[in-house]
Structures are given as structure tokens and as C-alpha cells.
């Protein structure tokens, strides 16, 4: 993979606020000069069914968690 300049695109972390903390692959002169405009997500978007077995995991295991706590009290 290389960006328009010909060089090897630099793994970064995005800072904006809809998509904090997510990985891209930009040009190495992102912010600095004359860029490419290369861009590319690192990582697939997560989102619909993988997002909502996520949330149904985490519902389960804050009910486990809870009923776990009355017991200890």
C-alpha cells in the first residue's frame, strides 16, 4: 500500500470527535505539507449485527454481575 507520493502510509488515530480512537492509514505529509488526500480505515467499521451482539454481551454480563453482587450482600 502506498499513498500518492509514492510513500508507505503512516497507522494513525483518529481524534475527531465522530470516530474517537479509531485507527487509519493516512499520508505520510498528513498536516505537514501538500498532501494526497490517501486515506483508508484500519480497522472495519463495527456497526449493525456486530454492535448489537456487543451490547447483548454486555446486558448479560451487567445482569450476571448484579444478581452476583445481591448474593455477596
Known amino acids: 500500500m502506498v499513498c500518492g507520493h509514492g510513500e508507505?502510509?503512516?497507522?494513525?488515530?483518529?481524534t475527531?470527535?465522530?470516530?474517537?480512537g479509531r485507527r487509519f492509514w493516512g499520508c505520510v505529509y498528513y498536516e505537514v505539507q501538500d498532501t494526497c488526500d490517501f486515506?483508508?480505515?484500519a480497522d472495519p467499521?463495527?456497526?449493525?449485527?456486530?454492535q448489537d451482539s456487543k451490547i447483548a454481551r454486555c446486558r448479560k454480563k451487567i445482569t450476571t454481575l448484579k444478581t452476583r453482587l445481591k448474593d455477596v450482600e
Open 8 to 14: 508507505r502510509p503512516i497507522l494513525r488515530t483518529s
Open 39 to 41: 486515506f483508508r480505515w
Open 16 to 20: 475527531k470527535k465522530d470516530n474517537p
Open 45 to 50: 467499521e463495527t456497526g449493525g449485527a456486530l
